[in-house]
C-alpha cells in the first residue's frame, strides 16, 4: 500500500472490483451503512475508539481477501496512533464534540432532571422575590355580622405567618419555617437522582489489582498480545472502567459482578474471570467481543 493511499481506498477499490455494494458489506460485516461509508471515505471522526477502527478493517479485509495488516498499517500511518485522547485525522480534521444533543441521547435522564431542577429553582426565586410585598399589605379589616367575623379569623394564621417568613428571612440562624423547608427541598429533591450516579474513582487493593466497585471479591484479568479497548459496565449500564489495554501488558480488576464487557480486539486479549479461563470466541463479532460475566 502506497502512502498515497489509505486503508478506505484501498477497499473501496477492492470492494468495487468485486462488484460489491455497500449495503452487501454491510449487511455482510452486520455493520450499519453509515460505517461502512465512513471507513470508504476515512471519515475517522465518525467512528469509534481507533482499536474499534482496526476490528472493523481487519474484518472488511477478510471479507474481502486482502491484507488485513497492510489496512491496519495504513490506518496507523494516517493518523491512527492507537491513543483515545488527542486523536488527530487526516489534513487537520479533529473529532466532533460532543453537544447538548449527545448528552440528551446519552443520558436524558440527567439532563432532564436538571432542566426540571432549574425550572423549579426559577419558580422558586419569584415567588421569594414576590411574597414579602405580600406580607407588607394590610390585613382584610373585621366587618360587623357573624359572616365577617370568619373573614377575620381567617386572615389572622395567613398574617402571622407571613409575619414568621420574615423574622427567619431577619435571624439568618433561626430554625426554618415550614413554608421554607418545602422550598428548599423541592430542588434538593430534584438533584437527588444526579448525585446518585456519582462513582468514586477507582483504587488498588493489596494485591494490584484495581477496585472498579465498593465492594466484591471477584476479579477480571487481561493480558494483551496486541493494542485493545476495555469497557466494563454494571447491571445498570454504569461505566466501571474505560481504557486502552497496551500490547504485551496486563490488568486486573475487582469488583462486585455483573460485569458488561466490551473488548474493541477481542482476538487479542486473553481473559480471566476468578482465576478461570474464559473463551471469547463464542462473543466476538468482528473482532469485537461483548460479552456479561458474573450475572
Not at 415567588?127 to 366587618?143: D, G
Request: proline residues 7%; neutral net charge; charged residues 20%.
Amino acid at each position: 500500500m502506497s502512502d498515497a493511499t489509505g486503508p478506505g481506498a484501498t477497499v473501496l477499490a477492492r470492494r468495487e472490483a468485486l462488484g460489491l455494494t455497500r449495503q452487501d458489506v454491510a449487511d455482510s460485516l452486520n455493520l450499519s451503512l453509515r460505517v461502512v461509508e465512513a471507513i470508504e471515505t476515512e471519515n475517522w471522526q465518525q467512528l469509534p475508539a481507533p482499536a474499534f477502527i482496526r476490528g472493523y478493517l481487519r474484518a472488511y479485509a477478510k471479507l474481502l481477501e486482502i491484507d488485513g495488516e497492510s489496512l491496519t498499517g495504513g490506518f496507523d500511518a494516517h493518523g491512527g496512533d492507537g491513543r483515545t485522547q488527542g486523536f488527530r485525522m487526516v489534513g487537520g480534521v479533529e473529532p466532533r464534540k460532543r453537544g447538548v444533543g449527545d448528552l440528551l441521547q446519552k443520558h436524558p435522564g440527567a439532563v432532564l432532571s436538571g432542566a426540571v431542577a432549574l425550572v423549579i429553582c426559577g419558580v422558586v426565586v419569584v415567588l421569594m422575590a414576590v411574597w414579602p410585598q405580600h406580607a407588607k399589605s394590610p390585613p382584610p379589616v373585621a366587618q360587623s355580622g357573624a359572616g365577617d367575623a370568619g373573614v377575620q379569623r381567617a386572615a389572622v394564621p395567613v398574617a402571622t405567618k407571613l409575619s414568621t417568613v420574615e423574622a427567619a428571612a431577619a435571624a439568618p440562624n433561626a430554625a426554618a419555617t415550614p413554608a421554607e423547608a418545602v422550598a428548599t427541598s423541592i430542588p434538593a429533591a430534584a438533584n437527588a437522582p444526579a448525585q446518585a450516579t456519582v462513582r468514586p474513582a477507582s483504587t488498588k487493593d493489596p494485591s494490584g489489582a484495581r477496585r472498579i466497585t465498593p465492594t466484591g471479591d471477584d476479579r477480571l484479568s487481561f493480558v494483551f498480545a496486541d493494542d485493545c479497548w476495555v469497557e466494563v459496565k454494571d447491571a445498570q449500564g454504569g461505566s466501571l472502567f474505560s481504557d486502552l489495554g497496551k500490547s504485551g501488558g496486563t490488568l486486573e480488576l475487582i469488583g462486585h459482578p455483573p460485569f458488561h464487557i466490551v473488548l474493541g480486539n477481542a482476538p487479542a486479549v486473553t481473559l480471566s474471570f476468578n482465576s478461570e479461563r474464559v473463551t471469547l470466541a463464542p462473543h466476538t463479532r468482528n473482532n469485537v467481543g461483548t460479552l456479561v460475566l458474573g450475572q
